[in-house]
């Protein structure tokens, strides 16, 4: 089983892969299938990642929405047909900056104890 420092990880990771094919703007999002899945399976990486920490970890850490991240990589997996590009790109745009920096200080954190 991965430990939470390595769940981590994979969150961090996967938000570094949709930083690579996003930084091409919202046009090249919109014109490229293959990014697309790119972002959403990745976007379900962090989800399911997020899914192992325990309760605690993200007790500590509340301000992230854990419930929300994990409830779209349900949408993801279970009622792919429900996914909006629209709502995926406002989730790389507007969510994945503050959990990523809300990672790394729990990664941080969490070496530090």
Same mark, same amino acid.
């Given at each position: 089983? *991965?430990?939470?420092?390595?769940? @981590?990880?994979?969150?961090?990771? $996967?938000?570094? #892969?949709?930083?690579?094919?996003?930084?091409?703007? *919202? =046009? $090249?999002?919109?014109?490229?299938?293959?990014? =697309? !899945?790119?972002?959403? +399976? +990745?976007?379900?990486?962090?989800?399911? $990642?997020? &899914?192992?920490?325990? #309760?605690?970890?993200?007790? =500590?850490? #509340?301000? %992230? /929405?854990?419930?929300?991240? !994990?409830?779209? *990589?349900?949408? %993801? !997996? +279970?009622?792919?047909? *429900?996914?909006? @590009? &629209?709502?995926?790109?406002?989730?790389?745009?507007?969510?994945?900056? /503050? @959990?990523? #920096?809300?990672?790394?200080?729990? %990664?941080?954190?969490?070496?530090? $104890?």
């Amino acid at each position: 089983m *991965r430990r939470e420092a390595e769940r @981590l990880q994979d969150m961090l990771d $996967a938000i570094s #892969a949709i930083e690579r094919y996003t930084s091409q703007g *919202r =046009q $090249a999002f919109d014109e490229q299938e293959l990014v =697309q !899945v790119w972002v959403v +399976h +990745h976007l379900q990486i962090i989800g399911e $990642a997020a &899914n192992s920490l325990s #309760a605690d970890l993200m007790n =500590q850490y #509340a301000e %992230v /929405p854990w419930a929300q991240i !994990v409830a779209f *990589r349900n949408i %993801v !997996v +279970h009622e792919y047909f *429900r996914v909006s @590009l &629209n709502l995926v790109w406002a989730i790389v745009q507007n969510n994945l900056p /503050p @959990l990523k #920096a809300t990672v790394e200080r729990m %990664v941080q954190e969490l070496g530090e $104890a």
